[in-house]
């Protein structure tokens, strides 16, 4: 079964618009951390935001927010004003405990890609 | 800022070559990463090293093998490149282990293999 699940394989929205892109997850481990990295056509991964399991809060970082549900496990992310720039492959990522023992393995999800139009 | 580095942007091998990819990092992390990339498949891990000499396998260590002999150097080995092993390969590295650590990628080598 998939660990990170994210439905949507392309994203459409207007400029300025804001976008929600959907991520849901599955582990047994309370403690677990969910990442959101954006891949430009560039193909680097950049870090946009992170949120802990037991954060009270959801997470922001700008123009980026993360609706954290944990009793759906659900972790999408909201962009807000979206620009042009913001065409790129995204995706979820969660680190858990499940996976042999080790607090290390980050599961990434299939990404969603977001196209900005003008 | 965190620069994790990678020794070639692209790069063209013929089946049954050894292939060494290379990555760097400056900001002496512990931990750093191999993934591969495929469409449709997401980043699946390859190998990871939590320390100098150690390592351990990820989800798809089968045909490869890495070496990290120095903190800042981590190495992919591909001991008999095959054509199945064409991807884009991305290096990552991380301060620690706990959840809230997040991964600096490299900018990635895609790698043709025919």
């Known amino acids: ?118 | 800022d965190v620069k994790v580095t990678q020794s070639s942007r692209y790069l063209v091998k013929r089946t049954g070559e050894k292939v060494f990819l290379e990555c760097v990092q400056d900001m002496d992390h512990e931990n750093m990463f191999w993934y591969r990339q495929d469409p449709g498949l997401g980043l699946r891990l390859i190998y990871f090293s939590y320390d100098v000499k150690m390592k351990e396998k990820g989800d798809i260590p089968e045909g490869y093998s890495v070496s990290r002999e120095k903190k800042e150097r981590f190495s992919l080995i591909l001991e008999s490149a095959s054509t199945n092993q064409t991807s884009m390969y991305l290096c990552a590295s991380s301060l620690g282990l706990a959840g809230y650590n997040e991964q600096f990628f490299g900018p990635g080598t895609r790698l043709t293999v025919l």
């Open chain 1, 1 to 118: 079964a998939q660990k990170i699940t994210q439905t949507q394989p392309g994203m459409f929205v207007q400029e300025k618009e804001a976008v929600t892109l959907d991520c849901t997850y599955d582990t047994s481990d309370p403690s677990y951390g969910l990442f959101w990295y954006k891949q430009p056509s560039s193909g680097e991964m950049i870090f946009l935001i992170y949120q802990g399991s037991y954060d009270q809060q959801n997470a922001t970082e700008g123009r980026y927010s993360l609706n954290f549900q944990k009793a759906r496990k659900s972790a999408n992310l909201v962009i807000s004003a979206s620009q042009l720039g913001d065409s790129a492959m995204y995706f979820c990522a969660m680190r858990d405990r499940n996976s042999g023992g080790s607090n290390y393995k980050l599961t990434f999800g299939k990404g969603t890609l977001l196209t900005v139009n003008p």
